[in-house]
């Protein structure tokens, strides 16, 4: 009997032992699994960035020139494409009424001082006179004084109105302000032109240097340009890069455009690019200091907010973010970070904050 009594308690102790094994096996599988992740350590470094925008050419000096007084066109002496230097007549016009009230000026002003000399002369010789006690009474001499300073006025007046119609007639020639080239004539021989500024006259360029001007994001207003110098091309010389110089900026963002005017100078000795032109510009800038880029996986956007995720203690925390310049294969941020921290290389949003995290070595 006892045989018999071995014989069946070592089955039920190896099912036991079976057992236990098993509910040991199972106990780890109803435990979550740590997510497993690869890490990004920041650290400072230049911020630059190559913008494509486009620009246009303009003159670095241009004039539309009116008449200043009515008259009729009587000789046109340049046409467009003549190149002009600066005095250069370009027209004379025709104002017979013009030239009448000088003339009456001129003769009015000649009375004017023939009076004047003569009240003058009274005047000299009754001081003179008066010299002699009695033989002037004094308000004698005093009508005298002040008529000789009354027709001395009148004659300073004439002089001025006929300077004045002299200068109107030196209107009539019409001439160049700068050394240029005439892009515009509006007029022909015998037109009547007024100095209303409704009629253009002439247009005149100096086209000897040119502007290239372009509208800056207000995102890029901090940085700076390598080397102040930025390079171009243009449709019309296909394959051909030209370079210009930075030479201000308008210190002012339009509220329209959100952006600020960068003007660019380019000399144009040789007359081969034309203002009115495009210009395909790449603006090399930097950021004035070091900051943080990290691949565009790193950033997670969504509708109502844009955050990278970073890892404190095996822990993740959600911190906002703001994007700057974007590279090809990463994207400046700025946010409540530090060098050294370290971020989820590869973040979405399944990774909630505060998830304990395993780093993949």
Do not use: H
Not at 161 to 175: F, G, H, P, S
Not at 264 to 271: D, K, S, V
């Amino acid at each position: 009997m006892k045989a018999v009594n071995y014989i069946f308690l070592v089955p039920v102790c190896l099912l036991a032992a079976c057992g236990g094994n098993q509910a040991e096996k199972a106990a780890p599988q109803g435990l979550p699994e740590k997510p497993v992740v690869k890490l990004l350590t920041l650290k400072p470094e230049p911020i630059a960035n190559k913008l494509n925008l486009t620009g246009e050419i303009i003159p670095f000096d241009r004039a539309n020139i009116y008449a200043r007084t009515p008259g009729y066109v009587k000789e046109v002496k340049v046409d467009i494409g003549s190149k002009v230097t600066k005095g250069q007549v370009l027209c004379v016009l025709d104002a017979p009424e013009l030239k009448a009230a000088q003339a009456q000026s001129q003769s009015n002003s000649m009375g004017a001082r023939s009076k004047y000399e003569s009240s003058k002369s009274t005047y000299l010789r009754l001081l003179k006179a008066a010299q002699t006690p009695g033989a002037v009474a004094d308000n004698e001499l005093e009508i005298a004084r002040n008529q000789m300073r009354t027709d001395s006025a009148v004659y300073q007046a004439s002089r001025s109105a006929t300077q004045a119609n002299k200068a109107m007639e030196d209107y009539l020639v019409i001439r160049s302000p700068f050394n240029g080239v005439v892009t515009a004539r509006n007029i022909f021989k015998g037109d009547f032109v007024d100095n209303t500024g409704k009629t253009l006259l002439f247009r005149v360029e100096d086209n000897s240097s040119l502007r290239v001007d372009v509208a800056v994001p207000e995102a890029y207003n901090s940085t700076t340009l390598k080397d102040n110098e930025a390079s171009f091309t243009v449709s019309a010389n296909p394959g051909q890069v030209f370079k210009a110089k930075l030479a201000r900026k308008s210190d002012a963002i339009d509220p329209q455009t959100r952006s600020e005017t960068w003007e660019l100078t380019f000399p144009n000795a040789n007359g081969l690019l034309k203002p009115g032109m495009f210009a395909q510009i790449v603006l090399p800038v930097s950021r004035p200091k070091d900051g943080f880029l990290v691949p565009f996986k790193a950033v997670v956007s969504t509708q109502e907010r844009k955050f990278v995720i970073r890892v404190v203690n095996g822990k993740t925390q959600w911190v906002d973010v703001k994007t700057g310049f974007t590279g090809k294969e990463k994207t400046e941020i700025a946010g409540d970070l530090k060098p050294g921290d370290q971020l989820v290389a590869q973040a979405n949003e399944e990774l909630k904050e505060g998830t304990t995290v395993q780093v993949k070595q």
